[in-house]
């Protein structure tokens, strides 16, 4: 899947100035149940590992996880956290994640990141 790389330099650049806008996917359905496989949350964020901000490549970037999509754990539960610049420079991708939540029945939690203490941001 290619983008436009200005276009997605030119949104990263504006998001850096706006809060972070962010969801999480949990690994319980809605009716409780915890999701299997166990290792769900790093499947998907392999899979999404390719979208990431222009130039962040690297020589080992088909190693790491994305910035935008990251497994993560939110009070004890494991989770993947989805970031909306994601939408920005592939909403394919973007909606493929919250498709992935609906088809699984997943709940889904909206957050917000907050500058850590003492940033001044």
Not at 3 to 16: D, G, I, K, T, V
Not at 36 to 58: H, I, K, N, Q, T
Request: some cysteine.
């Amino acid at each position: 899947m290619l983008f436009n790389q200005a276009a997605a330099m030119a949104n990263h650049a504006q998001s850096r100035n706006a809060p972070a806008r962010e969801f999480f996917i949990l690994g319980i359905t809605n009716e409780g149940k915890k999701f299997r496989p166990s290792d769900w949350a790093e499947r998907l964020c392999g899979v999404m590992s390719c979208f990431r901000p222009a130039g962040s490549g690297g020589l080992n970037a088909h190693l790491k996880y994305s910035p935008y999509v990251r497994p993560t754990f939110l009070n004890g539960t494991k989770a993947v956290m989805v970031h909306e610049d994601l939408r920005g420079i592939e909403p394919l991708a973007y909606q493929f994640v919250l498709d992935f939540a609906k088809d699984n029945n997943l709940q889904v939690v909206d957050a917000c990141l907050l500058p850590e203490a003492g940033t001044g941001s």
